[in-house]
């Protein structure tokens, strides 16, 4: 499978995998940090850090790999073969379906585990947002930045990424590849650490998805699903208030 593709190792699997994680992070904590940073509410920081650090951090890795293989930026990104939409979409519900009821049931069991977690400060714990305190206009900001890019833009830049670039150049771990990706795209969300195993569980399915079909097109459709979930209900919620 992909013998035609530079297959790399395991060290550089990992580096690849969190390197983008942890300039989001330290994004993160510059937007968020409220005595020598910008004070910004704790999610509107780490979606801040997507258009920063997370798309430009991902493509440009990507960019100079075609560089050095003196091809096209198109040309290293892999499973993006023709598909029916229907099956896609065929392919992308039970995926999405699975990937919901993974956050759904095991998602509050996991983040009780994190709740005395003392290394990440409050200001910057996800976990740990509400919507008081904050003006209506910062609130609103916050839903259209969520909307547009952790519902769009992010995960299809993650998409090509972690499963049309980095999947297809892990196939020396065979069968295990998907569920590996899988596991090092959960970890390297390093400003949520209280899901990493329902993450895991949530993506597992759209990853060996994609690597079995070899088609990007599902876990983008997928993916984008799932995160839409939590933008469209936030912005329902702050146009009402």
Known sequence: MNDQIKQMSVPRIILYHLLPGVSILLLGILFANPDWGFGLPSYLAILLAI????????????KLTAKRQGVRFRDVITFTGKMP?????????????????????FGGVEHTW?????????????????MDGWSHGILLITAVVNLMFNGLLGPITEEIYFRGFLLPRMAKLGKSAPLVNAALFSVYHFFSPWEI????????????AVWHKKNIYIGIVTHCSLNLIGCVSMMVTVLQM
Do not use: H, K, N
């Open 51 to 62: 258009p920063a650090g997370l798309i430009p951090v991902q493509l440009m890795i990507i």
């Open 197 to 208: 195993i329902t993450r895991v569980l949530g993506v597992a399915p759209f990853a060996y």
């Open 85 to 105: 939409a229907g099956r896609i979409i065929l392919w992308a519900v039970p995926c999405f379906l699975l990937g919901a009821l993974a956050f759904g049931l």
């Open 114 to 130: 994190w709740t005395d977690f003392s290394l990440m400060p409050d200001w910057l714990r996800l976990d740990r947002f509400t």
